[in-house]
């Protein structure tokens, strides 16, 4: 069955560490999302790609990045992990057409400690 | 004012009641609008979608979508503990592409 997996699921790092964390569909969504979850602030979009090279800022930017060198992929980056980015953080993918449903992966949940 | 509004509750019915659950969202070019439903610990899943002014139903789940007034409602009948969960708005705003903006969702307890 076609899906979507992040990974790690949990992870604990330290301050001024880059992480990496790995989204991965099979759906062949052209597009795809990073959102990272906080008490009190819903869901907040990061990064999102309309497809292999295309990477466009969202709202709460500022310290991650992402690429899309395949349709399946779409890592998220920490360049500099701070206290700031403990979060959970939810990949989506999306048809290009159709009703802008996303479908969302499983999470992860980071700690910088 | 934020782009999409909810009541963060908790909202508590009893088992077997009408719960209903409210969104208001700021941009009236708003096109498509949407219900998940997210369990403690785990992701979002699409409950419903809507587009058009009027009810949709889809078993136990209605929602209603007034654009002048510009509110989104989801009614669940027959309400179940199952059904206890964060229920989260979004709306494809106009201009946002292909973006979903979420609201910060309603905590509703469905108790015995």
């Known amino acids: 069955d076609a899906e979507i997996t992040q990974s790690p699921r949990h992870k604990i790092t330290e301050t001024g560490r880059q992480v990496t964390l790995a989204c991965h569909q099979t759906?062949?969504?052209?597009?795809m999302f990073w959102y990272r979850q906080d008490l009190g602030h819903g869901l907040r979009l990061i990064h999102y790609?309309?497809?292999?090279?295309?990477?466009n800022k969202g709202e709460v930017s500022d310290g991650y990045s992402v690429s899309r060198s395949n349709t399946e992929d779409l890592p998220l980056t920490l360049e500099s992990a701070a206290s700031s980015q403990t979060s959970v953080y939810f990949c989506?993918?999306?048809?290009?057409?159709?009703?802008?449903?996303?479908?969302f992966g499983p999470g992860t949940r980071l700690t910088v400690l | 004012q934020k782009e999409v509004e909810q009541n963060s509750g908790p909202l508590s019915v009893p088992e077997g009641a009408i719960a209903s659950l409210n969104c208001t969202y700021s941009?009236?070019?708003?096109?498509?609008f949407f219900w998940y439903r997210q369990y403690s610990g785990k992701s979002p899943e699409l409950i419903m979608f809507?587009?058009?002014?009027g009810d949709k139903e889809d078993g136990r789940f209605t929602a209603q979508l007034n654009k002048a007034s510009q509110y989104v409602s989801l009614l669940i009948r027959d309400s179940q503990p199952s059904d206890s969960a964060t229920y989260l708005c979004?709306?494809?705003?106009?201009?946002?592409?292909?973006?979903?903006?979420f609201g910060t969702g309603t905590q509703l307890k469905v108790e015995l």
């Open positions: 941009d009236r070019g708003s096109q498509s």
């Open positions: 989506a993918s999306q048809l290009v057409a159709g009703n802008h449903e996303q479908f």
């Open positions: 979004a709306v494809n705003p106009t201009g946002g592409g292909n973006k979903l903006t």
């Open positions: 809507i587009y058009s002014n």
């Open positions: 790609s309309y497809g292999v090279q295309d990477t």
């Open positions: 759906w062949n969504h052209n597009n």
